[in-house]
């Protein structure tokens, strides 16, 4: 099993960050790695989605559940290949200059290659992540700051 905790202040309107993370269709523009995303269904506060990653050296196709709990948290779940188990959970709190965001991310994958590059890497690749939404809020969304 692989988790990584990331917590940080971001001088930016709760609402307007939850609407960038919401917004799975946009990842390509701007997350490493992402090579499609595409809404397949909707209902009131969820919609499933699939993906197309490239990690390192190979491309991992599968789909998610997203669950929206506006400006508060967003769930994002996988059951299937190449996931045994797939959870990321941003929560969204609101902060005198702007929001403090958490992410928690835990996976297991269901080959043990796969499993072992997720371990070895998975730090790495979900700094660039956070990192990706950090520049991309920083670009395009208005600063509380």
Known sequence: MFRYAVHRPLPFAVEDVFDLVADVERYPEFVPGWVTARIIARSENAYGTEQTVRMRFMRQHFRTLTTLHPFEAIDITANQAPFR???IL?????????????????CEMRSRTLQALLCRFGPDDVE??????????RETLPSRA
Do not use: H, N, P, V
């Not at 929001?99 to 991310?105: A, E, G």
């Open 85 to 87: 188990r797939l959870t």
């Open 128 to 137: 660039a992540m956070i990192a990706a939404f950090e520049r991309r809020a």
């Open 90 to 106: 941003w929560r969204f709190r609101r902060q005198e200059t702007g929001s403090f965001i958490s992410l928690d991310f835990l």
